[in-house]
């Protein structure tokens, strides 16, 4: 397009088609790099001018952890089971992005952010990675989803040197009543390391007043410490060569102001599909 033409929705969208042809179809472009910095300078003057971005979340998250309209500067919608060839899809993820090009009805991205506290991402990576895979798996499951990314509330470094809670005075003497308080009297939360890790025998039973002496203090060793770092490592090795992206982020805080930087670069990265070209 010749200097000083107004940038429209039009004009750019032809610039846009244009720069992707030359860059797709052989013997068209004289310099790729050229048409690439070209064709990602105008997507990003095309999103700012033309998109629009919300978020959808399922509704279940506790009221001091969601994120709100006011902390990511995105609208936030409760999020709706899609029907597809008559198939209900369950859920997945806490935050489902949506677009809206040149005000036309929203689209789904594709993109799904799964949100993790730092004590929520150690419990699930540690203790509860088989579940989360299943979990992850209804992302391929779903057709209308093509990527997730998992979005950890802390750096790598303050989750490999995240380590469980294990309090002298067992949690359920103090917030599991109910559990106490059953015909059976079975304890069914348990929070040293080596139960949740499978490593310990099954719960005993307990007086509904008196502490459990199932979960006792533990002091792990340093060498225990770096095999959990480990593993630790090896998940997020595992994740990523599944194709599943995660960023670390220095607080809740920094997080939330991202999201909308992440809706406009998947945007970028995934244009010929969500403006059909």
Not at 135 to 148: A, G, K, M, T, Y
Request: proline content about 5%.
């Amino acid at each position: 397009m010749p200097p000083g033409i107004p940038l429209t929705y039009q004009n750019m969208i032809e610039d846009i088609s244009c720069a992707h042809c030359k860059i797709v179809l052989p013997g068209l472009s004289d310099d790729k790099k050229s048409d690439k910095r070209f064709l990602k300078s105008r997507l990003g003057k095309f999103y700012d001018r033309c998109v629009r971005a919300r978020l959808r979340a399922p509704g279940n998250e506790k009221k001091d952890q969601i994120w709100t309209m006011e902390e990511t500067g995105l609208e936030i919608l409760p999020m709706e089971l899609k029907k597809t060839h008559k198939k209900h899809y369950a859920q997945v993820g806490d935050y489902l992005i949506e677009y809206s090009i040149n005000g036309e009805p929203w689209i789904n991205s594709g993109l799904v952010l799964e949100r993790k506290k730092l004590e929520d991402a150690f419990n699930t990576f540690i203790f509860n990675y088989d579940r989360f895979l299943n979990e992850l798996s209804r992302v391929e499951d779903n057709p209308e989803l093509f990527r997730l990314k998992i979005i950890i509330e802390g750096t790598l470094k303050d989750l490999l040197n995240c380590t469980p809670m294990v309090p002298a005075i067992c949690k359920c003497c103090d917030f599991c009543q109910p559990y106490h308080n059953n015909a059976k009297k079975i304890h069914n939360y348990n929070c040293t390391f080596d139960v949740l890790a499978g490593k310990a025998e099954k719960p005993k039973l307990v007086m509904p007043t008196g502490t459990c002496d199932f979960c006792v203090p533990h002091k792990k060793t340093e060498k225990e410490l770096e095999d959990i770092r480990n593993r630790l490592r090896a998940i997020i090795e595992d994740f990523e060569a599944m194709g599943y992206s995660i960023s670390f982020y220095n607080s809740r805080e920094l997080a939330q102001s991202m999201v909308k930087d992440i809706a406009k670069r998947h945007f970028v990265a995934n244009y010929a599909r969500l403006l059909d070209i």
